[in-house]
């Protein structure tokens, strides 16, 4: 299905806010004034704001783990494409991965507090988010000669959301380079 591109820039233009502001924090009108489009063109694209808060994610989705993947799988050896992944976190923390926007924290972990119920549509999209990226970072462990890849994919997934968390709360631009010596640690222990 080919997206509009009125469609298109809403949702780019919806990202920056929620991302910067929250989700609940950011009005349709702010969205509608900074697009510089009618209230009407985002609701022809759009029904309701949960609408626009999903295919936000769904976005954000595809660019965060096209970029970690992509990052990560640069690298020759399976064991140095889990280390890259501390290296990309690094760059994101410090506003070197995505210009447009600076460093807020993860959009997924803000979304799932902001949308905290479970049931909610926008949290289901951010536990997806979550899990399709711990089977990604599985695929790569699996490539390894370590054994247990289930069990380390977790702790390296623990790493990789306390180094964000961290990072996003306290400020701590070092937190995905202290991640990575516990990584190795990680993988030295097999």
Not at 42 to 67: C, G, N, T
């Amino acid at each position: 299905m080919r997206r509009s591109k009125k469609r298109e820039h809403l949702v780019d233009i919806a990202l920056g806010l929620f991302y910067a502001q929250g989700f609940h924090a950011t009005g349709i009108e702010q969205i509608v004034s900074e697009a510089g489009v009618a209230r009407m063109t985002l609701y022809k694209h759009f029904p309701s704001k949960d609408d626009l808060i999903i295919a936000v994610l769904e976005r954000r989705d595809e660019q965060f783990r096209s970029w970690l993947l992509n990052f990560m799988t640069a690298q020759k050896e399976p064991k140095e494409q889990i280390l890259a992944m501390f290296d990309a976190l690094g760059q994101w923390f410090n506003d070197e991965a995505f210009p447009e926007h600076r460093f807020c924290g993860c959009l997924f972990i803000n979304a799932a507090a902001e949308f905290s119920d479970f049931k909610e549509l926008a949290h289901q999209v951010a536990a997806r988010h979550k899990a399709v990226l711990t089977k990604e970072i599985l695929k790569i462990v699996q490539k390894t000669d370590l054994s247990h890849p289930e069990d380390l994919v977790a702790e390296l997934m623990l790493l990789k959301e306390g180094a964000i968390v961290t990072a996003q709360v306290s400020g701590d631009k070092q937190a995905a380079a202290r991640a990575k010596k516990i990584a190795i640690k990680l993988l030295a222990q097999d």
